[in-house]
């Protein structure tokens, strides 16, 4: 369970980027500060996270969906989006097949 506190202990203080306990604290650390990692140290301590490789899949296509103008806009999306042309026109395809069965 999360907990929310609002003020850090007093001894907080101790805490610093260099003296993280784990690899995984100092990772987080570099990722999004200090601050916010003493934040879930000390409202999440024991919890598990698992951050899945694909979660940011569905933003993706929906930026291509979104953003697509024509066949000459998809190895911007593509870099864009960090993934390949091919995906890019699967993800169209898939859009238009939705929208035909949907009219339909």
Same mark, same amino acid.
């Given at each position: 369970?999360?907990?929310?506190?609002?003020? %850090?202990?007093?001894?907080?203080?101790?805490?610093?980027?260099?003296?993280?306990?784990?690899?995984?604290?100092?990772?987080?650390?570099?990722?999004?500060?200090? %601050?916010?990692?003493?934040?879930?140290?000390?409202?999440?301590?024991?919890?598990?996270?698992?951050?899945?490789?694909?979660?940011?899949?569905?933003?993706?296509?929906?930026?291509?969906?979104?953003?697509?103008?024509?066949?000459?806009?998809?190895?911007?999306?593509?870099?864009?989006?960090?993934?390949?042309?091919?995906?890019?026109?699967?993800?169209?395809?898939?859009?238009?097949?939705?929208?035909?069965?949907?009219?339909?």
């Amino acid at each position: 369970m999360v907990r929310n506190s609002e003020t %850090e202990p007093v001894w907080s203080k101790y805490i610093t980027e260099d003296n993280l306990p784990t690899e995984d604290l100092k990772y987080l650390c570099s990722i999004i500060g200090l %601050e916010a990692t003493k934040k879930l140290m000390f409202n999440a301590a024991g919890e598990k996270f698992s951050i899945h490789a694909h979660c940011n899949q569905q933003y993706k296509k929906q930026y291509i969906i979104d953003n697509y103008l024509d066949a000459t806009s998809v190895n911007r999306l593509a870099l864009a989006c960090e993934t390949t042309t091919r995906y890019v026109y699967k993800v169209i395809k898939e859009h238009v097949a939705r929208k035909k069965s949907k009219s339909n």
